[in-house]
């Protein structure tokens, strides 16, 4: 079954809400023609505003990085999803691995906020991978279904196909050590055969699972032509509207 591709960009901490607005200017342009793929930016949640507003009317979708795991409450400094709803958003990433490591959140969390996101109506973008220690051990795919399986716990088929996965092995990320095209064709498959057996293959088929981990405008062509690899995570080289422009030419 044909897959529709993804290109996403993750900003992470970085861009204010002019330099967000300065980057829609240059990036929409230069990719109002795209139509085969979805295309979306995830900024932070301070730029989202200014977002909203650049990309009304364009190809472009826009996107949350984080959600709170609850709807509402005394939770201090959290953001809630009926919050981002307002900036018009379709995505939100969830359990992005430096999250995972640096703020400690567990798969449990990160499965309550699966559940919070599809509930609003809204395509979770949860994020796996493993570490270096894992692939050198040979556990990596062992790890990332351990994931998987917390992260689908309480989803049925038809939450889970309107989720998206992304492989983001940590050691490719920020790092310029892309995973090659074998290593990541054989998680994504390996991801969807996951996914065929907690489902069933027609839930699985229909699921997009995209790679995040140093891709970019020179490496995207070979990970995008692997059968199971439906799209791409760029952090860094989502962060200059040319090179992302140029990878949604390519895609
Ligand atoms: P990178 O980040 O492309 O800069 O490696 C990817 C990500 O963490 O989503």
Redesign the pocket.
């Known amino acids: 079954m044909a897959r529709k591709l993804l290109l996403a960009g993750?900003w992470?901490m970085q861009k204010t809400a002019r330099e967000a607005a300065a980057y829609a200017r240059e990036f929409l342009p230069r990719v109002k023609a795209i139509s085969t793929i979805d295309l979306l930016l995830c900024p932070p949640f301070t730029a989202l505003a200014a977002m909203a507003d650049a990309l009304k009317g364009s190809v472009v979708q826009l996107g949350a990085q984080d959600v709170c795991w609850k709807e509402s409450g005394a939770l201090t400094g959290e953001i809630s999803v009926s919050m981002l709803k307002e900036f018009s958003i379709s995505h939100i990433l969830v359990g992005?691995?430096?999250r995972r490591q640096y703020l400690d959140e567990g798969n449990a969390l990160i499965a309550e906020k699966m559940k919070v996101i599809l509930v609003a109506g809204l395509i979770p973008i949860l994020?796996v991978g493993e570490n270096a220690m894992h692939r050198k051990t040979k556990r990596h795919l062992t790890f990332v279904q351990g994931q998987l399986a917390a992260a689908f716990k309480d989803l049925n088929a038809s939450d889970a196909v309107r989720t998206v996965i992304?492989y983001?092995p940590i050691w490719?990320?920020?790092?310029g050590n892309t995973a090659t095209q074998k290593q990541a064709q054989e998680m994504h498959a390996g991801i969807r055969a996951w996914l065929s057996k907690h489902y069933n293959s027609a839930t699985a088929e229909r699921m997009r699972i995209i790679y995040?981990?140093?891709?970019?405008a020179d490496n995207c062509r070979t990970l995008l032509e692997q059968p199971d690899i439906d799209g791409l995570?760029?952090?860094?080289?989502?962060l200059d509207p040319a090179v992302f422009a140029t990878m949604a030419e390519i895609a």
């Open positions: 993750n992470k992005h691995s430096e994020c992304a983001e490719a990320i920020g790092t995040g981990g140093s891709a970019n995570l760029p952090g860094g080289a989502s």
